[in-house]
């Protein structure tokens, strides 16, 4: 407020103020002192009663002249300040009084004790007590009182307060100068309190005139407002028709959101039902003899399956975001095979652009950890895919780095915690700064012609980022127009020992120690990375970033056991530098290693390829690069050329756990699937095709384990899994009940349970874990019926 107080009517209150605090703490410290007084005077009578309560002369005694010295004089020092303080407490001349008496009760207590030096501290500590007061007139004349007392007592009868009977006449001085020495500490404090409590009392007094001063401020604006509110009662009736609107509104738009959650959720229903049958037959397939190519189509079947997939959940995702519900999955992770998962899903957009498309994954980052690999993989393709779609000509590198942090708080102190951060680099177009914002926001591109040009819906990265903060990290990008783009986010994991064994074995670089080995390729992100990898086993890296340097190096006599020639570069290919190589007369035998694009595989009719004792498809993974440095120095063990990435089948499993199966399944397809399945596993699986059906087969025959399609028609398995639960409410007798669904979010799980089923499967069908649902089911079951 901009109100000018009068500084008359602020010292006036606060005057007033002033004495008020002063007359409270006046009162309350004289009826402080009155208990201290009184006291004190208990204290004498019961020291003189307890050290000398009696005089003798030889064998006569009586009562010693200090008990009625501590009663009498006691009591005539005591009682008169009590009187006065119950009478007309605060007076100015009370505090004097009650200075005079304290004194004097100090010099009584010296008195009785004999001198004693110890009860001359009763005087320092009067003092101190004497200025609660915060009036140094009342220290002065404590101060005068001792002074006086000391002076007489000391001249005329040093026993009684030196404890002597010979004394320096001026012996007091020394004590009295002590006591001038509290004094002038105390008076400064008591001057300081006076100033403070004055300064207190100013600024009260400038709050209650402003709190006035706004009290009045508020009536008056209470009144403004109050004529205001007439004139505002007449547009009520508007206001209300307004809000009815906007409740209406929000209905719709409540209703329009709902509808299109459950759109996304019976679309996802609709389309994960033939993925279904997609995944489970290619999974079946590869578990079947094949060859090489046989199993790399298949496995392409299955990633391109996989990538649908992904673009389903990417879909559910969006629609979760919106509801604020995203569930992430803590299981074991090969960080490699994360990384090289997605890049296979991209490689070849890539080579269709002409794009080198390359990984480097940091030594120090763990090889298994604990998370979610689908959102991780999720992240790492919407980064590389829009690299890759903003990208014409040069590469797209996907750097993985990693560094130890402290656990978070509640997690296991055991485990090793890494903060990992991933960067997808690229040659493209890159991004303006001013339009960098309008990134990681949904539905939001850079700009319209981007969106005309390259198309998307600017959801992916908004995704990214939500599924980023849910994992722990952040994500960003540095970016320069027209000199490429380097998105980045980091991810917190804890490191887990799943599957370290295996990897050290295929990877092992013992054999590989002490050879050299050249890496010719025009890219030079292509050859650091070459070389860090050999380096890491124990090789020597030579590189050559031309044809003509490469035959330059291998002319001389430096020594080269193996060469890793690049089939693209500027000059000459690599079948013809391969040719010129076979031409040198030291190098005739050399091994050597090809890679390329996918699309440039060896062409049966060109000799030159017999000359390679390995094809590497780009990009280039670090087991196919150890098994091709194995096959050509001639270390390689007598392993499979290709382990399968799919999950065997345990078909001894139906042995090891018999159980009697029921799938109660609609879909013909998925029937089928389940039952393959089923079958590979040793097990023969009655089937039937809704809830009814699934009631009467459990009724007339009893099985351990029934797999429950939640949506069939008729009765649905929800609540074909209620009935039976109502039927066999022995936990012995009932089936285990596992639902099978293609609705994949948390509250359809939560559903299902709440419904008695005992676990959740969703669909698209996995092999390991359908494997894993049923050794749970019969270890639960076995818990249920007491069977060993």
Known sequence: MDTEYSNASIEELSSSLLAKRRQRLYIRTDRMFACLLFVEWLACIAMVIWLTPLTWLGGVSKINPHVWAAVILGGLVTLPPILLIWKQPGKVLNRHIIAFAQMISSALMIHLSGGRIEFHFHIFGSLAFLSFYRDWRVLVTASLVVLVDHYFRGVYWPMSVFGTMLSSSWRWLEHGGWVVFEDIFLIYACLYGQKEMKEVCHRRAQLEIHQGEVERRVELRTRELATANAALEEQVQHRILIERELVAAKEAAEAGSMAKSEFLANMSHEIRTPMNGVLGMTSLLLDTPLDEQQRGFTETIRDSADSLLTI?????????????????????VCLRSTVEDAIDLLSKQAEEKGLDLIYYIDEAAPEWFLGDVTRLRQVLVNLISNAIKFTHKGEVLVEVESVKIDPPEGSSPN???????????????????????????????????????????????????QLTELMGGTIGVDSEDGKGSNFHFTIQIPETEAGLDDAAELLDPTPFQGHTILVVDDNATNRRIF??????????????????????????????????LDM?????????????????????????????????????????????????????????????????????????????????????LADLIPLRILLAEDNLVNQRVARMILGRMGYEADVVSDGNEALTAARLRHYDLILMDIQMPGMDGLEATRILKSEFPSAAQCPQIIALTAHA?????KECLAAGMDDYLSKPIRTNILEQKIRQAAARREGTTGVA
Not at 315 to 330: C, P, T
Not at 576 to 584: D, G, K, S, Y
Not at 628 to 651: E, N
Request: charged share 25%; hydrophobic share 40%; with cysteine.
């Open 568 to 652: 693209q570069m500027p000059e000459i290919d690599g079948l013809q530098l391969a040719e010129q190589i076979r031409n040198l007369t030291n190098r005739a035998g050399l091994p050597l290693i090809m890679f390329s694009s996918a699309g440039l595989a060896p062409g049966r009719g060109d000799k030159r390829w017999q000359w390679f004792d390995s094809y590497l498809p780009k990009p280039v993974k670090q087991s196919q690069l150890h098994h091709a440095l194995a096959r050509a120095l001639g270390l390689a063990k007598d392993k499979p050329t290709r382990k399968s990435q799919s999950p065997l089948i345990s078909q001894s």
């Open 312 to 332: 389903i959940n990417d879909i559910l995702d969006f629609s979760k975001i919106e509801a604020g519900r995203i569930d992430l999955e803590v299981i074991p």
């Open 531 to 564: 070389s860090i990898q050999i380096e890491r086993w124990g090789m020597v890296s030579i590189e050559a970033e031309s044809a003509g340097e490469a035959i330059e190096l291998l002319a001389g006599e430096t020594r080269i056991d193996l060469a890793i």
């Open 745 to 749: 979010s948390e509250s359809d799980r």
């Open 415 to 465: 485990q090793t915690w890494h903060q990992l951060e991933f960067r997808v680099i690229d040659t493209g177009i890159g991004i303006p700064k001013d339009r960098m914002n309008r990134l990681f926001q949904l539905f939001s591109q850079v700009d319209a012609s981007t969106t005309r040009r390259y198309g998307g819906t600017g959801l992916g990265l908004a995704i990214c980022r």
